[in-house]
């Protein structure tokens, strides 16, 4: 498996035959004007979509937010054979297959299996504000596990997800802390330490932090989520990947 971290929570990688993008979120730097708010993007993709070759399959944790949807990415998506994503999006978006919360789909007669698995994004009672959102384990013959979190806040959840799917053998975790007035300043994303017990719960042999900067809202960088993972001694699970380059993992 070979992962290419873009930006953000966007992330491009090959496996059992497929490739598989998340979140596609490829416009440049700047403020997105919203009711009652701004969300600012201070980072830009370090590849432009074009530039990815073949897309098989987008995972789509959510649709409602720019940081994981914006504009360029929202166009990109009728040109990919397969969207995966939450119901609601099915609904929103022309194209896209909705999964249930444990819901599984086969892909590529059956090399690849993706199953949807629960994201809770921010506190109790989050979905009310900020919408559903689902994180994705893939499974196939021979292939390793992989987990991708989605903006998941919850460690309950994770914890139901490892019960089920444990040991994963890669682990792209969104993190980075995200807070917003909507929330009141709770955390959205898991924290750094959030994502070492995530770690740990789920076994993962390779950890891969992804949507942990590029934006004003995100309040810890990779900095913090290395140094969390040091501290829990876990720091040999994390692979930090360089932007643009692809990286092998698994």
Same mark, same amino acid.
């Given at each position: 498996?070979?992962?290419?971290?873009?930006?953000?929570?966007?992330?491009?990688?090959?496996?059992g035959?497929?490739?598989?993008?998340?979140?596609?979120?490829?416009?440049?730097?700047?403020?997105?004007?919203?009711?009652?708010?701004?969300?600012?993007? &201070?980072?830009?993709p370090?590849?432009? @979509?074009?530039?990815? *070759? =073949? #897309? !098989? $399959?987008?995972? %789509?944790?959510h649709?409602?937010?720019?940081?994981?949807?914006?504009?360029?990415?929202?166009?990109?998506?009728?040109?990919?054979?397969?969207?995966?994503?939450?119901?609601?999006?099915?609904?929103?978006?022309?194209?896209?297959?909705?999964?249930?919360?444990?819901?599984?789909?086969?892909?590529?007669?059956?090399?690849?299996?993706?199953?949807?698995?629960?994201?809770?994004?921010?506190?109790?009672?989050?979905?009310?504000?900020?919408?559903?959102?689902?994180?994705?384990?893939?499974?196939?013959?021979?292939?390793?596990?992989?987990?991708?979190?989605?903006?998941?806040?919850? &460690?309950?959840?994770?914890?139901?997800? @490892?019960?089920?799917? *444990? =040991? #994963? !053998? $890669?682990?792209? %975790?969104?993190?980075?802390?995200?807070?917003?007035?909507?929330?009141?300043?709770?955390?959205?994303?898991?924290?750094?330490?959030?994502?070492?017990?995530?770690?740990?719960?789920?076994?993962?042999?390779?950890?891969?932090?992804?949507?942990?900067?590029?934006w004003?809202?995100?309040?810890e960088?990779?900095?913090?989520?290395?140094?969390a993972?040091?501290?829990?001694?876990?720091?040999?699970?994390?692979?930090?990947?360089?932007?643009?380059?692809?990286?092998?993992?698994?």
């Open positions: 498996m070979k992962i290419t971290h873009i930006g953000g929570p966007t992330a491009f990688f090959s496996l035959g497929l490739t598989f993008l998340t979140d596609p979120a490829f416009d440049e730097p700047r403020d997105y004007q919203l009711p009652g708010r701004v969300m600012t993007k &201070l980072i830009g370090a590849l432009p @979509a074009a530039d990815l *070759g =073949p #897309v !098989d $399959v987008v995972l %789509l944790s649709d409602q937010h720019k940081d994981n949807l914006d504009e360029s990415g929202r166009a990109l998506l009728p040109s990919i054979p397969t969207v995966l994503s939450t119901p609601g999006a099915a609904e929103r978006i022309p194209g896209v297959r909705g999964l249930a919360t444990w819901e599984s789909v086969g892909l590529a007669d059956g090399t690849v299996t993706v199953t949807a698995v629960p994201a809770l994004h921010g506190p109790e009672g989050a979905e009310d504000v900020l919408g559903v959102v689902t994180g994705f384990v893939l499974q196939g013959e021979g292939l390793p596990t992989v987990y991708v979190s989605g903006d998941n806040a919850s &460690l309950g959840l994770v914890k139901e997800i @490892a019960d089920r799917f *444990g =040991p #994963v !053998d $890669v682990a792209i %975790l969104f993190a980075g802390a995200a807070r917003t007035p909507l929330m009141n300043g709770a955390n959205l994303t898991l924290t750094s330490t959030d994502a070492a017990q995530a770690a740990q719960l789920l076994q993962a042999s390779t950890v891969v932090p992804v949507h942990t900067e590029g004003k809202h995100f309040t960088g990779p900095d913090q989520f290395v140094a993972f040091r501290e829990a001694g876990l720091a040999d699970r994390v692979t930090l990947l360089e932007h643009g380059v692809a990286t092998p993992v698994g």
